[in-house]
């Protein structure tokens, strides 16, 4: 059973760098999947971030594509997500997912986490 | 970009019904890479179903998908009280992958 724990401060600054960590737990980032991030401002829908691939290939948002960075440590067995010139706007709740190969679904989510841009 | 319109925005139907959402697509998608989540306050999304006809495990066979062209649906039969949620249409079938902005389901 595949679990995913996102980590990372709860509170990042105006202009500054959000930077979250998903840890995979219940087995080793196997070839094949796509590890994603998807957030969720307060009371508001699902907006898809970015992915990244087992080998480093990435896919982003374009509306996030200037600001964004997502990558993988396989060897610690985790993926991270870097988004820089934060605003309010990006103000939400975090979560990373898995999809178990090309044109899949999510199928394994983190719980999500909070973070909140404010000086 | 595809973008997804989902609507009813909220629908409120008693335990017993039958509930049909609705998620239109801005231009012609395969609905074999279409799929809908569940997701209830403080929770992360629950994958319900994916593909052309999937279920994901442990989702009872109330839940269904269809779908072509443009328009893809979920079907819930029998609602139940712990139906109630926020259901979310997402595509993945071409890059930047996307979702509806959510359907608000109350069962009471």
């Known amino acids: 059973q595949v679990q995913l724990q996102e980590s990372g401060p709860g509170v990042a600054k105006p202009s500054g760098t959000l930077s979250l960590t998903c840890g995979v737990f219940?087995?080793?980032?196997?070839?094949?999947?796509?590890w994603t991030w998807v957030r969720q401002p307060p009371g508001k829908g699902l907006e898809w971030i970015g992915e990244?691939?087992?080998?480093?290939?990435?896919n982003y948002n374009p509306s996030l594509k200037s600001r964004v960075t997502i990558s993988v440590d396989r060897s610690k067995n985790q993926f991270s997500l870097k988004l820089t010139s934060v605003t309010a706007a990006d103000t939400a709740v975090y979560f990373c997912?898995?999809?178990?190969?090309?044109?899949?679904?999510?199928?394994?989510w983190g719980q999500g986490t909070l973070v909140t841009v404010s000086s | 970009e595809i973008v997804l319109t989902q609507s009813p925005g909220t629908l409120s139907l008693s335990p017993g019904e039958r509930a049909t959402l609705y998620c239109r697509a801005s231009?012609?998608?395969?609905?074999?890479?279409s799929a809908w989540y569940q997701q209830k306050p403080g929770q992360a999304p629950r994958l319900l179903v994916y593909?052309?006809?999937g279920r994901a495990a442990g989702i009872p066979d109330r839940f269904s998908g269809s779908g072509s062209g443009t328009d893809l649906a979920l079907t819930i039969s029998r609602l139940e009280r712990e139906d109630s949620a926020v259901y979310y249409c997402?595509?993945?079938?071409?890059?930047?992958?996307?979702f509806g902005q959510g359907t608000k389901l109350e069962v009471k």
């Open positions: 219940g087995g080793p980032m196997s070839s094949g999947n796509w």
């Open positions: 593909g052309a006809s």
């Open positions: 997402y595509y993945y079938g071409r890059s930047p992958n996307t």
């Open positions: 990244i691939y087992h080998n480093g290939y990435t």
């Open positions: 231009q012609s998608v395969d609905s074999g890479f």
């Open positions: 997912a898995r999809a178990d190969g090309d044109y899949s679904p999510l199928d394994y």
